[in-house]
């Protein structure tokens, strides 16, 4: 068909409409929730982060960089983001190095095993806030179930300040963060192994192949589409932690358990300081934005290289 006989644009959108009306009208609300809770936040935040902002978080000024002038200047934020990254890439491959055996176990074919995959998922079910809350008081120095164990067993004579000291609190905020992540990671994981076809290690095991080479040369590429978006998704997820480091030390002692996101939310509602809040709110978008272009890509390319 020429161009000068093809239809007009109109008419196909036109056509197109008609087909589909319903398909479009049921997608409608969709849109609505997306623009509403997270374009406008999103746009919201870019603006505020080049603005000045008044008292109550409005902007009044835009096309200033005070913003991030100001949180280059604060003695904190260098210790905030040191811990932000220990916090979530450490979390991650914990999380990473617990989730993958126990879900090769899971994988396996035992008396109980369905018991054992919905206990699994317990801890995930729960509310996280109130798991978060049940942790600080099993913290607690006086109270808490932890040094009760530890009296009770004899392994020590008092009490440890799990949650005063620095570094054991920051240890505790990790630990339920791994404990808290496990879940989704294990099943997600288990998913991907039961996904790969029972044949290739028939195949193997009439080649003579042992167990450890079946699980290096068959099961680990097997599960690379599934590492790469369960630890994409962990980081992410673990960046913007707020539940977990606000319930059990709400960032004490002095900063020194703060990530990002809690900081910037003391910045813009403890200390009035709502630009520089959205300023690390944007640096935060835009880390983890290029954090996943960089990752996928460089896995995309070492698959390439794999597959030559």
């Known amino acids: 068909m020429s161009l000068a006989s093809a239809p007009p644009k109109k ?3 036109a056509r197109n409409w008609r087909e589909n009306k319903i398909a479009y009208i049921m997608l409608l609300p969709s849109l609505f929730a997306f623009a509403v809770l ?3 936040p999103l746009v919201s935040t870019i603006l505020g982060a080049f603005a000045r902002t008044d008292a109550v978080g409005r902007a009044v000024e835009f096309g200033t960089l005070d913003n991030f002038r100001d949180l280059l200047a604060d003695g904190y934020l260098s210790g905030v983001l040191r811990q932000t990254l220990l916090f979530t890439f450490g979390t991650v491959i914990i999380t990473l190095a617990l989730s993958f055996p126990l879900a090769l176990v899971l994988n396996q074919r035992f008396l109980g095993v ?17 798991s978060s809350m049940t942790w600080r008081w099993m913290f607690h120095d006086k109270l808490g179930a932890l040094n009760y164990v530890l009296h009770l067993s004899g392994l020590t004579q008092q009490n440890i300040v799990w949650l005063s000291d620095a570094t054991l609190a920051f240890c505790c905020v990790m630990f339920v963060e791994v404990w808290s992540s496990i879940p989704f990671m294990t099943i997600t994981l288990l998913a991907g192994l039961q996904a790969i076809p029972p044949h290739i290690y028939d195949a193997a095991k ?5 167990t450890w080479r079946e699980f290096l040369d068959m099961t680990l590429p097997q599960m690379r589409g599934v590492f790469v978006i ?3 998704l962990s980081v992410i997820w673990a960046f913007r932690s707020f539940t977990v480091i606000w319930t059990i030390t709400q960032g004490n002692p002095f900063y020194r358990t703060d990530i ?5 939310y003391k910045l813009a509602f403890r200390n009035l300081s709502f630009g520089q809040g959205y300023g690390l709110a944007f640096a935060t978008f835009v880390f983890l934005l290029m954090f996943s272009v960089i990752y996928t890509r460089f896995l995309r390319a ?7």
């Open 11 to 13: 008419s196909l959108v």
């Open 38 to 40: 997270v374009l406008f």
């Open 114 to 130: 369905t018991l054992a995959r919905a206990l699994v998922l317990l801890p995930w079910a729960a509310p996280l806030a109130i």
């Open 206 to 210: 009439m080649d003579g192949a042992s």
């Open 230 to 232: 369960v630890v994409l």
């Open 260 to 264: 990002s996101v809690t900081y910037l």
């Open 302 to 308: 070492g698959s390439a290289q794999e597959g030559r």
